[in-house]
């Protein structure tokens, strides 16, 4: 359902012209290397559990394993394959470029890597030389529109606007100064129909709260709250945009990752 992690070059272009990110509160924090071989065995130690799937796929069909031992001197962390059928032939994922998730009890982390087999002990295994991101689920992230996150919101039968940003608690779009008088501060709009790409939620009410101009041309920026928004709506939200983010933010590990790739 979700088809964020899939890569567009024209995304790529698009990153290197827009210098400016105004989402530097990251979604993912990176684990420094003196942290990240404590965290590894620690998570062997317990034989938590792992999540993969392919890179640039989506986590719609996981592999799950579990954390088996670390291995410094082969420079492997070994798992076991939590599924019966693993047992019996490899899974398809061996040899390939994955994505992970696993946690330690307390936090949640991301990793990539390449999935090999060990035949001799029937176990597969990852590079101990990874790099760790920690996850973070923020309820004040503010998520930006973009190639790959679009966010509309209808605010009457014949008005859709196509937000600008969004956060659990507000959205914004832009006008030119003709149209910011149908955008006056402290409005309201009722039952209004937010989507965000394929997600589609009902917001009982939405009030403009503030007026900016943009430096870059002559529109201006109209922020807007979220009002009314009961417990189950704020929590739908929440995982929505978060899911969202992290796609953003994977992306941006990808491109890094391509970049040094070329050099």
């Avoid at 684990?31 to 559990?49: F, G």
């Avoid at 992970?100 to 590079?127: M, V």
Wanted: proline fraction near 3%; glycine fraction near 4%; hydrophobic fraction near 35%.
């Amino acid at each position: 359902m979700h088809h964020w992690l899939f890569l567009n070059k024209k995304y790529n272009s698009l990153m290197a012209k827009n210098q400016h990110d105004p989402n530097k509160k990251h979604y993912f924090t990176q684990i420094s290397a003196a942290n990240t071989k404590p965290i590894l065995e620690s998570v062997c130690k317990d034989k938590r559990q792992i999540q993969i799937w392919p890179e640039g796929g989506n986590e719609n069909k996981l592999e799950e394993y579990n954390f088996e031992s670390f291995n410094a001197d082969e420079g492997r962390i070994y798992l076991k394959s939590k599924g019966l059928l693993k047992l019996i032939s490899k899974s398809k994922l061996t040899g390939k470029k994955i994505f992970a998730k696993f946690s330690d009890g307390e936090n949640n982390f991301f990793t990539h890597a390449a999935l090999e087999f060990e035949a001799e002990q029937s176990l597969y295994y990852i590079p101990t030389q990874l790099t760790i991101y920690q996850t973070v689920q923020r309820k004040d992230y503010r998520l930006d529109a973009g190639p790959f996150t679009k966010i509309k919101l209808k605010v009457s039968e014949n008005v859709v606007l196509d937000c600008y940003d969004i956060s659990a608690g507000g959205s914004s779009f832009c006008v030119t100064k003709e149209e910011l008088e149908n955008y006056p501060k402290g409005k309201e709009f009722k039952k209004c129909i937010l989507r965000l790409n394929s997600e589609i939620f009902e917001i009982p009410k939405v009030k403009i709260m503030s007026h900016r101009d943009n430096k870059h041309n002559d529109e201006v920026k109209v922020g807007m709250a979220f009002l009314d928004i009961d417990k189950v709506l704020d929590v739908k939200l929440c995982k929505a945009i978060n899911l969202e983010a992290k796609g953003v933010e994977i992306r941006k590990i990808m491109l890094k990752n391509d970049k040094k790739k070329k050099v």
